[in-house]
């Protein structure tokens, strides 16, 4: 694989964990509340919420994003940087015996 596919798959693996771990409980709230209170006026309240929280949480995910792919990103080059172990040399055969 290229450096920039794995790039991209790095960042949407972080993408997909900082959902999980940011957004989903916010949806996930705002959703037991719909459904204690089934009412109209409760889930235009409750989607204004869901609005208001990410739009809170966007700065904090996308910083903590660039952080992790930053450390990724740096990772590979050092790999790409570092030259590879030189294997060690064969033993020499032992002379024959007459």
Same mark, same amino acid.
Request: charged share 15%; net charge negative.
């Given at each position: 694989?290229?450096?920039?596919?794995?790039?991209?798959?790095?960042?949407?693996? =972080?993408?997909?964990?900082?959902?999980?771990?940011?957004?989903?409980?916010? =949806?996930?709230?705002?959703?037991?509340? =719909?459904?204690?209170?089934?009412?109209?006026?409760?889930?235009?309240?409750?989607?204004?919420?869901?609005?208001?929280?990410?739009?809170?949480?966007?700065?904090?995910?996308?910083?903590?994003?660039?952080?992790?792919?930053?450390?990724?990103?740096?990772?590979?080059?050092?790999?790409?940087?570092?030259?590879?172990?030189?294997?060690?040399?064969?033993?020499?055969?032992?002379?024959?015996?007459?």
């Amino acid at each position: 694989m290229s450096l920039l596919t794995d790039l991209f798959d790095a960042q949407l693996a =972080i993408l997909k964990s900082d959902l999980a771990a940011d957004v989903v409980p916010i =949806i996930q709230k705002a959703n037991n509340l =719909i459904a204690a209170n089934p009412t109209i006026i409760n889930v235009v309240a409750q989607a204004q919420s869901v609005q208001v929280q990410l739009l809170a949480e966007a700065p904090q995910i996308a910083q903590d994003e660039i952080k992790r792919l930053a450390t990724w990103l740096n990772n590979e080059l050092q790999q790409l940087a570092a030259p590879p172990p030189t294997p060690a040399p064969a033993p020499a055969p032992a002379p024959a015996a007459k």
